[in-house]
């Protein structure tokens, strides 16, 4: 009989948010009258914008041709959208990054799970608590995390919580390590990692011999130009650290799917035998090996992004979110809610209120305000008492959820 990895049977639960869509099942399926509003899952709700649509359209008909076929592509990504990346994402603020380190794929979810099959399974991880669920559950599943233990945490994963105390963003542990997830926006507290918070985190990685992942999927929510945008803005930072972005909020990409990783050529890490070996090469062998490309529509699509038009149209689609992520801050704020985030990122994260656990606030949430949002909890341990909301809705469903949300829990 064919023996299953156990480590599988470690995770807690079901993943977050097929619960969240169960429970939502139940409730309409009980309720069929109500009408929901969806804060929940971060989902893009405006349509793909007209620059996006017209290269669709065009990058199709393209393959309709004799003289316009594309099949395989190089895996790594089309010349066109690594070297575009390059000039906007990066040369635009400074930092020199080469397309032969940018890997295109079909999704910053899929980079941020996969990236950890290149590391040894010895290997300590640090996350902040609480984290996108992604980075701990696909440790769990590699047989890093040792067992459950009764607080919610992992024997073997290093947990740094963010507070409200340190603004939600954690300095890097005294101890070393050998992986450390980072998420800046982030996801679930909407917080935003300072210049001097970054330069801790890099100080300590190269002391440590440690490597960053650098989730940067929300760089486009960043309202102050100030901040930094990418871990590379960092001095150091080239040599101890994978960066993330993705196109899935930045343009709605959500249902296109369309992300990159970079990994800097002088980045190392080392053989049983201490041997230098370069992470790229191995990222690049694992993306080859299980990856055959992001198709070329979808490219061509992406790179339309940062063409005049698309920066604008998508730039007014991410003004539209935040001014809903405002409208929500300052409205449950004065309705007596303690709300953070919202300011940089399209997430408001909530103390749950009267002593509410995650749970039990959503699920009073949906029965008394059709409102869905997230648990805390889903999030890790440290996000128990906590909720996030989305942005991501129209203006009037946000104004309408405010308005439920104030009438039945404000204090």
């Given at each position: 009989m064919a023996r299953i990895n156990d480590d599988y049977r470690k995770l807690q639960a079901?993943?977050?948010?097929?619960?969240?869509?169960?429970?939502?099942?139940?409730f309409q399926a009980a309720n069929p009258a109500a009408e929901l509003i969806r804060l929940g899952i971060g989902d893009i709700?405006?349509?793909?914008?007209?620059?996006?649509?017209?290269?669709?359209?065009?990058?199709?008909?393209?393959?309709?041709?004799?003289?316009?076929?594309?099949?395989?592509?190089d895996e790594q990504g089309y010349a066109f959208l690594r070297e575009a990346i390059c000039e906007h994402d990066y040369a635009a603020r400074g930092v020199a990054i080469a397309p032969e380190d940018v890997f295109v794929s079909d999704g910053s979810k899929q980079d941020s799970g996969n990236i950890q099959e290149i590391f040894g399974r010895a290997c300590r991880v640090v996350v902040t608590d609480p984290s996108y669920p992604v980075y701990v559950d696909t440790n769990v599943m590699a047989g890093r995390s040792g067992e459950a233990t009764?607080?919610?945490?992992?024997?073997?994963i290093d947990y740094l919580a963010a507070t409200a105390e340190n603004g939600f963003c954690p300095g890097p542990p005294e101890h070393a390590a050998d992986l450390a997830y980072l998420c800046s926006p982030n996801n679930p507290t909407g917080a935003v990692a300072s210049r001097e918070n970054l330069e801790a985190w890099v100080a300590w990685a190269r002391a440590s011999d440690a490597i960053l992942i650098f989730d940067a999927a929300y760089?486009?929510?960043?309202?102050?130009?100030?901040?930094?945008?990418?871990?590379?803005?960092?001095?150091?930072?080239?040599?101890?650290?994978?960066?993330?972005?993705?196109?899935?909020?930045?343009?709605?990409?959500?249902?296109?799917r369309c992300a990159y990783t970079v990994g800097p050529g002088g980045l190392v890490g080392t053989d049983a035998a201490g041997v230098a070996v370069s992470i790229r090469d191995l990222w690049s062998r694992r993306h080859a090996t299980k990856f055959n490309g992001t198709p070329y529509v979808i490219q061509r699509a992406a790179a339309a992004v940062?063409?005049?038009?698309?920066?604008?149209?998508?730039?007014e689609q991410v003004a539209y979110y935040m001014q809903n992520a405002r409208r929500i801050r300052e409205a449950l704020g004065a309705a007596g809610f303690d709300v953070f985030g919202g300011e940089h990122?399209?997430?408001?994260?909530?103390?749950?209120?009267?002593?509410?656990?995650?749970w039990d606030f959503f699920d009073q949430l949906l029965a008394k305000t059709s409102v869905i949002g997230t648990p805390g909890s889903g999030f890790g341990p440290a996000g128990e008492g906590y909720f996030r909301l989305s942005a991501f809705n129209s203006h009037a469903n946000v104004d309408l959820a405010i308005e439920r949300i104030r009438g039945s829990f404000a204090a």
């Open positions: 079901g993943y977050l948010f097929p619960e969240i869509g169960k429970r939502t099942r139940e709700t405006l349509p793909l914008v007209p620059a996006v649509v017209e290269a669709l359209r065009e990058a199709a008909s393209e393959m309709g041709r004799d003289d316009g076929v594309h099949g395989y592509g009764p607080s919610g945490h992992y024997e073997g760089d486009a929510f960043i309202q102050d130009d100030a901040l930094p945008h990418s871990i590379y803005e960092i001095e150091g930072a080239k040599e101890c650290a994978i960066e993330m972005r993705s196109f899935s909020k930045r343009a709605g990409f959500t249902g296109v940062f063409g005049e038009a698309g920066k604008q149209q998508t730039a990122a399209p997430y408001i994260w909530m103390r749950t209120p009267e002593g509410l656990s995650s």
